[in-house]
């Protein structure tokens, strides 16, 4: 194999790298400009002006007051936060929650942690395309419920929901529901104005923005209480306590705001190349399209290949130098197949076959042609060796 070789890197799902006005602008915050916020002299009061000018700047993308927006470690730890600090501040009003059986683990391994507490979930189906059908959500509404969780655009297979239309039915049949949507897939192609969406709590992260891991946001709507699920001193308006990552959060600012200048245009380009992939690999035989074929997000191609295991392929595309993911990449070191793949209502067998490729800022159409000569004959190959064999 050759040192020379390309790296085509098609997971931005997984992450994306820190763009190179990200880590310039995080630069002065790690030996400068280094002091606690919570600080009162000049070194803290100076980092904490930092701060408060990257939460404006957040506030301002998602159309909200700085006031409601709080810097978390992660868009898992904002997930737990939105859930768990929801459903223990409101278990008073009742304790019965909704989500859907594809959420991302960050909601799912949540939501069964609060069924161990005594709260009850309703884990919501999904057709085909991975849509929330509008009179499943209506049906599992009783006035018992104080939180609904919603996926915006799927990590996996891409599927977008109307999730302004889903909140808006949540709250006809019950006005106190409290509707939280992760968006860290999203936020990097929509415009996540929450007084559009009306919704009550939003997750986003860092890292699939072109901004540093290990950071992330939860949108709190004023006059939503949320207990804090980290304990300690009183930072983030003592919703999250922890000397607050000052370099981190400046890069998330600053990758969100960079994303916006050019969100149109490079939509549209990818939306281009995605496209292009889907057609090319659905031109090989036993290859089905994963989620929605038009409700999915710009950069997103979920397929499964018949007769296959995705470790496999995974395998074969890396000795070229492609990066890819079989499934989700935050469960991709287990064997047992994508529980999304499962909930759109294919067997166990086309479940280990589903490959993901998640298209980014510095992905050509070259690497798209590249990958669809070369992965035929993978495919070829793999099958020439597998006893499966599933009816087309």
Same mark, same amino acid.
């Given at each position: ?11 931005h ?17 790690w030996?400068d400009?280094?002091g606690?916020?919570?600080s ?11 701060l ?13 007051e ?18 768990i ?5 409101? *278990?008073g009003? &009742? =304790?019965?929650?909704? %989500?859907?059986? #594809?959420?991302?683990?960050?909601? !799912?391994?949540?939501?069964?942690? $609060? ?7 309703t884990?919501l ?6 849509l929330?059908?509008e009179?499943?959500l ?15 655009g ?22 106190d ?9 999203s ?11 009306d919704i009550?709590?939003m ?7 072109y ?17 804090p ?5 009183? *930072?983030?308006? &003592? =919703?999250r306590?922890? %000397?607050?990552? #000052?370099?981190?959060?400046?890069? !998330?600012?600053?990758?969100l705001? $960079?994303?916006?200048?050019d ?7 990818l ?24 409700k ?73 042609e ?15 060796m597998s ?6």
């Amino acid at each position: 194999m050759s040192k020379e070789r390309k790296t085509i890197y098609l997971d931005h799902a997984a992450t994306t790298y820190v763009r190179d006005e990200v880590v310039k602008a995080m630069e002065p915050y790690w030996q400068d400009i280094y002091g606690n916020p919570s600080s009162i002299y000049f070194k803290g009061q100076e980092a904490k002006r930092a701060l408060n000018d990257a939460r404006s700047k957040v506030a301002s993308i998602f159309n909200c007051e700085s006031s409601e927006i709080i810097f978390e470690g992660s868009g898992s730890e904002s997930d737990n936060h939105a859930l768990i600090g929801t459903a223990l501040a409101n *278990q008073g009003n &009742g =304790k019965h929650l909704i %989500t859907t059986a #594809i959420e991302h683990h960050a909601v !799912l391994h949540a939501m069964a942690y $609060l069924e161990t507490l005594g709260f009850e979930v309703t884990y919501l189906p999904v057709d085909k395309d991975g849509l929330v059908k509008e009179q499943d959500l209506k049906d599992a509404i009783t006035p018992k419920t104080i939180l609904v969780s919603i996926i915006h655009g799927h990590n996996e297979i891409g599927t977008v929901q109307d999730i302004k239309k889903l909140n808006k039915i949540s709250k006809e049949v019950n006005k106190d529901i409290i509707f939280h949507t992760d968006a860290c897939q999203s936020a990097a192609f929509y415009n996540l104005d929450v007084k559009d969406l009306d919704i009550d709590l939003m997750t986003i992260n860092g890292s699939k923005i072109y901004g540093p891991k290990a950071t992330g946001v939860l949108y709190i709507k004023k006059g939503t209480i949320v207990n804090p699920i980290i304990h300690g001193g009183g *930072q983030e308006k &003592g =919703k999250r306590a922890g %000397t607050e990552n #000052i370099p981190g959060i400046i890069g !998330l600012a600053k990758a969100l705001e $960079l994303i916006q200048t050019d969100m149109k245009e490079e939509n549209k380009r990818l939306i281009e190349l995605r496209d292009k992939l889907i057609k090319g690999l659905l031109t090989i035989p036993k290859v089905i399209l994963n989620g929605h074929p038009e409700k999915r997000l710009p950069n997103n191609v979920n397929v499964t290949i018949k007769d296959i295991e995705g470790e496999a392929m995974l395998l074969h595309l890396d000795e070229l130098g492609i990066c890819a993911s079989s499934g989700s990449a935050c469960t991709s070191g287990s064997l047992e197949p994508s529980h999304v793949i499962l909930a759109l209502g294919h067997p166990y067998e086309m479940a280990h076959g589903s490959m993901r490729f998640s298209l980014g800022r510095a992905n050509t159409e070259e690497d798209i042609e590249l990958l669809l000569k070369e992965f035929p004959s993978i495919i070829e190959k793999l099958r020439a060796m597998s006893p499966v064999n599933l009816k087309d």
